[in-house]
């Protein structure tokens, strides 16, 4: 499997507010080939572009993402955040975004982001929206269930495993949520695990680089693909 070099951290980096559709448009107008961008399940069971399961951070809404549907996360400013330039930017659904990416011509790399004790339910939706989609993607999590549960819906799928540090029995969770990329956070990757991940042909993505310098760096050690909130540091050619 082949990984666009540079994607977008949550859409667009730091260059927009996070997990909504104006960071995947800055993100294409960038040159950029991929993006990431984290899902979880709103009260109606539709899956929306959040990262924390509280509302707080990121928008004008109060209390948990799973306890409001998706319309009224549509109604919430989630751009001011960021900055007053975005504030009528919605919660975006996952179909939305994904239409988004077709259009746009971005591959996405969908991120399980399940709230605790919705891990299955979470994998089978989100890999249930993803197969309807018409774009390249890619579906990743930190949890094994949602990936084994996303696999049981869409098993033609591509898969990636998400893990801070790259833990001693990485093949065994591969073989066994049948993922075919490995995530790690950059900071703790060492030669050692990065080689056996690739002799054993596996991409590796680093997250989250947001340092022309360092990302350089990883490639030159053998990473794939870095994710990162700074996708303006490439030149669209590079990317
Ligand atoms: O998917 C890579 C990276 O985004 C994982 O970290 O916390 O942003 O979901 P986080």
């Given amino acids: ?15 927009a507010p996070e997990n909504t559709l104006a ?14 961008f984290d899902t979880k399940l709103a009260a109606d069971g539709i899956p929306v572009l959040m990262h924390d399961e509280l509302l707080e951070r990121t928008t004008s809404g109060h209390g948990r993402v799973a306890d409001l549907d998706s319309l009224r996360l ?3 400013d989630a751009g001011s955040r960021h900055h007053p330039a975005f504030a009528v930017e919605p919660v975006p659904t996952l179909e939305e975004a994904l239409r988004f990416c077709a259009a746009l011509g971005l591959w996405a790399n969908v991120e399980i982001k399940p709230a605790a004790g919705q891990e299955v339910e979470t994998g089978r939706v989100v890999a249930r929206h993803a197969a309807a989609a018409t774009g390249k993607l890619l579906l990743s999590s930190f949890s094994s269930v949602a990936l084994r549960a996303a696999a049981d819906e869409a098993a033609h799928l591509p ?35 990065l080689q056996a991940v690739s002799d054993a042909g596996f991409p590796l993505a680093c997250y989250t680089v947001n340092r022309r310098e360092e990302a350089e760096r990883l490639f030159a ?19």
């Fill in 1 to 15: 499997m082949i990984l666009p070099r540079i994607i977008a951290h949550r859409c667009g980096g730091a260059l």
């Fill in 74 to 76: 549509a109604r919430l």
């Fill in 221 to 239: 050690m053998g990473v794939s693909a870095v994710f990162t909130d700074r996708p303006d540091l490439w030149a669209s050619a590079e990317m």
């Fill in 23 to 36: 960071g995947l448009k800055i993100a294409a107008r960038l040159g950029c080939h991929g993006v990431e």
């Fill in 159 to 193: 898969r990636a495993m998400l893990v801070e540090a790259i833990p001693a029995d990485w093949r065994e969770r591969m073989m066994e949520t049948g993922a075919r990329a490995l995530h790690s956070a950059a900071r703790a990757l060492t030669v050692d695990a």
